[in-house]
């Protein structure tokens, strides 16, 4: 329940990102920030959330977060978008006011779906642990 919760979080975080950004200052129809919204999210939840975020910290989730939704973006923004704008730089705003809000939105995926785990596996197995000790003089 906590992953859909996040999921919808996510979508309406995306979404407002996109119409603030592509709907006003660009033009941009609903329907076509709906569609990329639709495809971005759950994209970026498995990848950038899940994934990279469960096993590195946040300034790295966000860089890959920023990567995915300029691209993905770019790449469905070109096929769906039918206004004459340049493309790129509506992709590349908008993945950078995205990061921004995944940047607080891995916080709360981290303290809700996460729920406290470990997020670096390698250390539970204690056969790689080191043991230290003071040496002595013989």
Request: charged share 15%; no cysteine; glycine share 6%.
């Amino acid at each position: 329940m906590e992953h859909v919760k996040a999921l919808i979080i996510k979508f309406i975080m995306v979404t407002a990102v996109l119409w603030v950004i592509l709907g006003l200052f660009f033009g941009v129809d609903f329907g076509e920030i709906i569609t990329i919204s639709v495809i971005l999210t759950p994209l970026a939840y498995v990848i950038g959330d899940l994934l990279v975020l469960r096993y590195f910290n946040n300034m790295i989730a966000t860089i890959a977060d920023f990567g995915l939704s300029f691209i993905t973006i770019w790449l469905i923004g070109a096929a769906v978008i039918n206004e004459p704008i340049s493309v790129a730089t509506a992709s590349l705003i908008s993945a950078l006011a995205i990061s921004v809000g995944e940047w607080f939105y891995h916080s709360y995926v981290n303290a809700q779906v996460f729920d406290g785990q470990n997020k670096d596996n390698r250390t539970l197995n204690e056969s790689f642990s080191t043991e230290f000790a003071e040496e002595t003089d013989v």
